[in-house]
């Protein structure tokens, strides 16, 4: 199956700074998601983006498929941005996630 | 919320024991997709169903099963449980069977096991 790395595992952050997390995956993935698992444990759906870009409020996304990576921005970081970030790429019909990104943001 | 639905929300049980985990997936959607998430194992793929029928198999050991119903919940049941198996359990469901076009998986907000 693929491989997903994410990076950086860990991140701190002051509140209103910006950030870039990384996804890079071992092959080619028909899809792409990115989520953020809340302090509660909840799975939120960030992005959809098995290419391209797209933008949500603060939040942005990047996929180059061809390159076989992602990027998801973060601009002026909230404290309630905070837990952590995953990617996930579909290879065949299941979703493999990355290790994730523990983000803490600061007031 | 994402529309997925999933009880019961915690549960603690004893080595040896059986439960029950349930979903039911999004209006809509016709798969349902199983994934554990332990703190050694990150979060894995157990298995998928579509429209009843199962379409993908990932990590799920043999004392665990999985099924769907008619009317598209499903169920994940564990058995002889182990220490090792307190997780916690997501569902996420999609629109389709993982084919090609849009399929995007929403989560449900998980049933944490613990098993002492």
């Known amino acids: 199956g693929i491989q997903v790395e994410q990076s950086p595992p860990d991140l701190i952050l002051q509140e209103g700074a910006n950030s870039t997390l990384r996804c890079n995956f071992s092959?080619?993935?028909?899809?792409l998601q990115w989520f953020h698992q809340n302090p509660w444990g909840q799975l939120i759906n960030l992005f959809y983006?098995?290419?391209g870009t797209k933008q949500n409020g603060r939040l942005s996304a990047t996929t180059v498929a061809t390159e076989r990576y992602s990027l998801l921005y973060i601009s002026s970081s909230q404290t309630t941005d905070s837990g952590v970030y995953f990617c996930?790429?579909?290879?065949?019909?299941?979703?493999?996630f990355g290790g994730g990104t523990r983000l803490m943001v600061k007031p | 919320d994402s529309g997925v639905t999933q009880t019961p929300k915690h549960l603690i049980t004893a080595t040896g024991q059986r439960v029950t985990l349930r979903c039911s997936p999004r209006?809509?959607?016709?798969?349902v997709y199983w994934y554990q998430q332990s703190l050694d194992q990150g979060l894995q793929f157990l298995i998928q169903?579509?429209?009843?029928?199962?379409?993908a198999k990932g990590n799920i050991l043999e004392r665990f099963s999985a099924q769907q119903f008619p009317d598209l919940h499903s169920e994940l049941n564990l058995s002889s449980l182990e220490l090792g198996d307190s997780a916690l359990y997501f569902c996420?469901?999609?629109?389709?069977?993982?084919?090609?076009?849009?399929?995007?998986?929403?989560f449900g907000p998980g049933t944490r096991l613990t098993v002492l």
């Open positions: 209006s809509g959607d016709l798969s």
């Open positions: 996930a790429g579909r290879g065949g019909n299941m979703l493999t």
């Open positions: 996420a469901s999609s629109p389709r069977g993982g084919e090609g076009g849009y399929n995007e998986q929403f």
């Open positions: 092959d080619s993935v028909n899809n």
């Open positions: 169903y579509y429209n009843g029928e199962e379409r």
């Open positions: 983006i098995p290419s």
